[in-house]
Structure formats: C-alpha cells, structure tokens
C-alpha cells in the first residue's frame, strides 16, 4: 500500500509539471498555401488533440476526416504541431491545442485565410467610347477578395487621385467584391489614354491589373494663324487654319464679318487685305461629325484716313454754344485736328469741336484733318451759320445829277439772308423819307432808291428784318 501512494504521488507531480512550452500563435496563410500551427507540451506523454472552432479534429498523426491536416509528432521534445495543407476558406477558424490527460488546453489561435481578389474588370473594355466634356465615371470591379480589396487608378502609368469605392459582403459573410469609381471630364488630349486599375490586398501585395483603352471623340481643335501678321491695305494676306478631330475633319468654311465666303473650302484661303479686314474679322469653321469649332482672327492692316462720321453743317444762334462732330478710322492710330479755314490754330484734337457762346465772327468754315504717321492724310470741311441781326452799310454821302434819277446803294449782310428786300406789304423792307415811301428797287446785296434830287438832300431811313426777326438799321442825310 505504501508503494501504490508512492507512484500517485509521483504521478501527480508528474502532472502538475505539464506546460505548454509553445502554443499556436494567430497566423494568416494565403488560399491554397501550407500552413503550421505550433504545439509543444513540456513533461507530458499522453494524448494530445486539436479543435477546430470548439470540435475535435482527432487523435494521431493522420486525420482521417481531414485528409489536408496532419499532425506533426516529435514525442521526445513534445511537438504536436498541426499542418494544414492547401488553404482553404473553411480553414479560417479558431484552433486549439489540447493535452487531455493533463486537462491543459492552449491559447486559441486564429487562423486568417488571405483570399486575393479575382481579376478586376473595368465596364467598357477593352476600348471605352466617351464625348469630350461629358462627365463619366470610370468603374473597375473585383469581387471575393478577403479582406476587401483596395483599387489604385493610373493613367498612362502615373497615379490618379479622386476615385472612391463601395464594398459588398458576398453570403459567406468573409469574402468582399469592391467598386472603385474614377470620375473623369475627358478632353481631346485624353483620346488614345489607357486607365489601368490595380486590386491589391495581403494575399496579393502587387496587385491584378484591368485596363481600358480612351477613344474621346470631340470636335475639331482649332488654331488660326495669319501670314503676314501685318499688311499694307491692297498687299496679299494668308489664312492658315489648323484643326485635329475624332472622328476625322469632314470640311471648312470661311467667312468675314460674318458673311460666308463662297468657293473657300480648304485649309488655307488666300486674299487681297483691305481696310475692313481691320473691323471684320476673318473666321474658320471646321466641321466633323460629332460638331463644328469657329475660329475668328482680325488682320492688322495699315491704312489712310478713312471719314466715319462725316460732320453735318451747323446753323445756331448768336451766343448759343456749339458742338462740331468728326469721326475717322485709320491703322496705325491717328493724330486728329481741328482748324477753322484760313487759319493754322489747332482748336482741337478729339472728334469734337466745342465752341462757347458763338458770335457772328465764328462763322465759317472749319477743317477736321486727320494723319495717320507714314501712311496718309484725310480732311473735310464743315460750316458753322451764325444767325444774328442784319448788318447795313453804305457811303454815307452818295452823289447824283440834278433832275435825273438819283441812286443810293445800300449794302445788307444777314444771316440768315432777308427773306425779300422790297415788299413794304410783308414789312420786310421799309425805306421812308419822313412819312412817306420811296420808290425803291433791290438787288440780292443792295437797296436802290430813285428820288428827285432835291428830295435827296433830305434824311433817309432804311430798316431791314431777316426770317429770324432780328433787324438792322442804317440811315442817310
């Protein structure tokens, strides 16, 4: 009896002795990879089994119900190591390590089976027909990927920033299938681009690649050029109109100042430049089959004064203030100037000429000149009328025969003229010696009076009225 209370107490020791000197760690292995789970049990010789997510796989080397599991046996250092061969989705579980007559069990340990994504799809591959200008999202897809998939966009090989992406579960509620989404305006330029999308996730650090293929069709790019950029008026010019376009250029049309010009309907039109090149522009329409590109260019043609606005003669009232117009055009610009005729005083040098509180004596002619440097000189003439009140004049002593028909000249400056110089009956023209009319007769400058000599030597009275009322006085003795 003494003997059977030894061994148990040498049993028990035996048992209180038993460790884990090594227990399966968390690991993660790619799909269709081998992987070991570690088990060292320190001073124990008995039974040792693993659990899958709580169930026991079994006992011995070989595992008869999972044929890719095996267990890895060196008793002398107590490894009992779990070899899982080919990876499969299933095996992500928890595992454990268990010395069952030591009634020890080991830490759980996750097994994490990495699952790269399938290969990505971008919608419209592999060549994508998209409008220059119009927005659109490129779509890249990669489905059963564990974990989810993170989708990287490039262009031409060089990163692109902007996309965002949405994940779904798929039913075994492990496996991800990711959406990126690349929004895009593509231009002309972008036309023969490719857009490559990289899935990438741990089972596959590098990524799988989709790419697709631009075809941006746009209408025609244009750039119009003149040759010389700088003509004399009459000297030829050249139009050279460059375009590229997806689909390809269907044609051209010219036109200038808006009017089309018939039989130009090639890339290059060739004229003869004058000055309304300079305010008309020249335009290129380039058409294909998706729309058409106008480009306009004016042509810096140098010429001589050219009247625009041509100044109207101007009729006011004495001491009314005036405004002379004059418009002209011409390239290089030019120096304009005002002169009344006669004189070298400059009174101006806009295309207005004011004058305040006229008198009779600003009447006249008044020159608009314009000069435009090594090229030419344009003038025009207008005419200031001051109306203001009849002025007479005559010799105060005027000579005649006695007994014969005397005459007295007067002389009449009016503006505006008089409407009649004899007709007592519109009282244009009254010339009375005391109370009683003479006979009298007119000349468009002159009042002629013929009276009996003796009468002349009297005083005489000559009154004058123009159509604006306004009247002059001038008397004889």
């Not at 899958?52 to 190591?81: C, F, H, M, S, T």
């Not at 005002?338 to 004596?361: E, F, I, P, R």
């Not at 002619?365 to 009140?389: D, F, H, S």
């Not at 005391?434 to 002159?446: E, K, M, T």
């Amino acid at each position: 009896m003494w003997r059977k209370e030894r061994e148990e107490g040498k049993e028990k020791q035996k048992v209180c002795c038993v460790r884990f000197s090594q227990e399966p760690a968390d690991q993660s292995v790619v799909l269709g990879e081998r992987v070991v789970l570690s088990c060292v049990v320190f001073n124990y010789s008995g039974i040792v089994q693993w659990t899958k997510d709580g169930l026991a796989l079994g006992i011995g080397e070989g595992l008869r119900a999972w044929p890719r599991y095996r267990v890895l046996r060196a008793l002398d250092i107590g490894q009992y190591n779990l070899e899982i061969s080919h990876a499969e989705l299933s095996d992500d579980s928890l595992y454990e390590c268990q010395a069952t007559e030591a009634a020890l069990r080991s830490r759980r340990a996750k097994l994490n089976v990495l699952i790269p994504p399938e290969d990505p799809v971008v919608e419209g591959t592999p060549e994508l027909l998209l409008m220059a200008g119009t927005p659109y999202n490129l779509t890249c897809v990669t489905r059963g990927a564990k974990p989810a998939a993170h989708i990287q966009w490039t262009k031409d090989g060089v990163a692109v920033e902007g996309a965002y992406q949405s994940t779904e579960v798929l039913p075994d509620r492990k496996r991800v299938t990711t959406r990126s989404y690349l929004p895009i305006t593509p231009v002309d330029t972008d036309s023969g681009s490719n857009f490559t999308c990289v899935a990438s996730n741990p089972a596959v650090p590098m990524g799988k690649r989709a790419t697709v293929h631009l075809n941006v069709h746009h209408p025609p790019t244009v750039t119009l050029s003149i040759e010389p950029r700088s003509v004399l008026e009459g000297e030829r010019v050249t139009f050279t109109c460059q375009a590229t376009a997806n689909p390809p250029i269907m044609g051209y049309r010219w036109a200038k100042g808006g009017i089309l010009l018939e039989g130009a309907r090639e890339s290059v039109f060739v004229t003869t430049a004058d000055h309304s090149f300079f305010t008309e522009p020249v335009s290129c329409q380039v058409f294909n089959a998706v729309g058409n590109t106008n480009v306009s260019i004016l042509v810096d043609v140098h010429f001589g004064p050219i009247l625009v606005v041509e100044p109207r003669p101007v009729t006011v009232d004495v001491d009314s203030d005036v405004t002379l117009n004059c418009k002209w055009s011409g390239n290089p610009p030019l120096t304009l100037t005002w002169t009344k005729k006669g004189s070298s005083m400059v009174l101006s040098n806009n295309n207005q000429l004011y004058l305040k509180s006229v008198s009779q004596a600003d009447a006249g002619q008044y020159v608009c000149k314009a000069i435009v440097p090594r090229i030419g000189v344009g003038e025009t003439e207008v005419t200031l009328t001051v109306n203001g009140p009849p002025i007479i004049s005559s010799d105060p002593v005027q000579y005649a025969v006695r007994g014969e028909r005397g005459e007295i000249k007067c002389y009449i400056a009016s503006t505006p003229p008089p409407d009649k110089i004899v007709s007592p009956s519109l009282e244009v023209v009254i010339c009375r010696r005391g109370a009683r009319p003479l006979q009298i007769a007119s000349a468009s400058d002159r009042i002629l009076i013929t009276a009996p000599i003796s009468q002349l030597l009297n005083v005489f009275f000559c009154k004058i009225k123009s159509k604006s009322n306004l009247t002059g006085k001038f008397g004889w003795f």
